[in-house]
């Protein structure tokens, strides 16, 4: 499909770019009025999942969307909450599901989460489809949003018939660009975030898994790329760093993709470089497209009203999802 640029701006003049546009929600917006009915399922390896349903309260078919959250992100993060609370209200069930470790308990074997683990992803998808749902979309944020991605690639022109199409929001299709350009200055607010998070995690694991987790070069971890080459790759049976970025970035799934799928990412994200996506090959492509805007910067797309609820990816989601055929 052709490139679709958004050229109108979104955001308001008081968020001047990327940054405040990212920062801004993250910091200050609050969503009331979900409510979460939490359950666990095991995983293959004895492990669990937390998954956190909001229930639509209409009557008839019932359609599902689910839901993947970014890096050490939760289903209670506001680009989540958001988007239930508006596909809540017209008519949609929504699962927001929490990636192991994430979700306020640690899981219980030595692995985490990482970018292309779409086992869990296809997981929650099955399970989903054991409690009878039919119609089921896929919304994926940052993390998120590659893995799915990688998910609907792997799955090619074989995926399940239930699956609709999916939407994903500023997703890091080339997972070393992106790592590396969280290493520039301008970001290391953000880098230093996520390993505020990581790294505590890790050490807690190294207790419980010594023989998997050791801690001799851990005071060396100094961004996000020696994390992911020192515990990510290492723990997911990776060689190394690049060799975990090259078999997971999503651009290298994109061809086989097989449903209606939507991919939305800004022009001044700080994370993800606009121009590390693979532009040509979304361009040929007959069923993803690429929506790029102006701005709104990494899952920001708050709208310039004030008055407004809901975010722009919010609404352009529930657009998305009107398109696709309700069973």
């Given at each position: 499909m052709p490139l679709v640029q958004i050229s109108s701006k979104i955001s308001p003049f008081w968020l001047p770019n990327g940054h405040f546009q990212s920062i801004y929600p993250a910091l200050f917006r609050?969503?009331?009025?979900?409510?979460?009915?939490?359950?666990?399922?095991?995983?293959?390896?004895?492990?669990?999942?937390?998954?956190?349903?909001?229930?639509?309260?209409?009557?008839?078919?019932?359609?599902?969307?689910i839901l993947s959250h970014g890096l050490e992100g939760d289903s209670t993060r506001q680009y989540i909450t958001g988007m239930v609370k508006l596909l809540n209200q017209h008519g949609f069930d929504c699962l927001a599901?929490?990636?192991?470790?994430?979700?306020?308990e640690m899981n219980q074997t030595a692995r985490f989460y990482h970018s292309g683990a779409t086992e869990d992803l296809d997981a929650v998808t099955q399970?989903?489809?054991?409690?009878?749902?039919?119609?089921?979309?896929?919304?994926?944020?940052?993390?998120?949003?590659?893995?799915?991605?990688?998910?609907?690639?792997?799955q090619g022109a074989a995926i399940d018939s239930r699956i609709k199409g999916s939407i994903v929001f500023s997703v890091p299709m080339d997972l070393k660009a992106c790592s590396l350009a969280i290493i520039e200055p301008r970001n290391q607010i953000y880098m230093h975030r996520f390993l505020k998070s990581l790294k505590p995690k890790v050490v807690e694991k190294a207790r419980f898994f010594p023989e998997r987790i050791r801690l001799d070069n851990h005071r060396l971890v100094k961004t996000l790329y020696d994390f992911d080459d020192v515990y990510t790759a290492r723990l997911h049976g990776f060689d190394c760093a690049d060799h975990y970025y090259a078999e997971c970035?999503?651009?290298?799934?994109?061809?086989?993709?097989?449903?209606?799928?939507?991919?939305?990412?800004?022009?001044?994200?700080?994370?993800?470089?606009?121009?590390?996506?693979?532009?040509?090959?979304?361009?040929?492509?007959?069923?993803?497209?690429?929506?790029?805007?102006?701005?709104?910067?990494?899952?920001?797309?708050?709208?310039?009203?004030?008055k407004d609820e809901f975010y722009w990816s919010e609404t352009r989601a529930l657009e998305f999802m009107t398109t696709l055929r309700r069973d």
């Open positions: 609050q969503v009331n009025g979900i409510k979460y009915f939490r359950e666990k399922i095991v995983t293959p390896d004895d492990d669990f999942l937390s998954l956190d349903w909001s229930y639509a309260q209409n009557e008839g078919p019932r359609s599902l969307v599901w929490n990636f192991r470790s994430c979700g306020g399970y989903a489809f054991q409690k009878g749902y039919t119609d089921v979309r896929l919304v994926g944020f940052s993390l998120g949003g590659n893995l799915t991605l990688k998910y609907l690639g792997e970035s999503s651009m290298h799934f994109i061809e086989p993709i097989s449903i209606p799928t939507m991919i939305v990412n800004a022009k001044n994200d700080p994370i993800v470089p606009f121009e590390s996506l693979p532009l040509e090959v979304l361009r040929a492509h007959a069923d993803v497209l690429l929506l790029a805007t102006e701005d709104g910067g990494h899952c920001g797309f708050r709208p310039a009203r004030l």
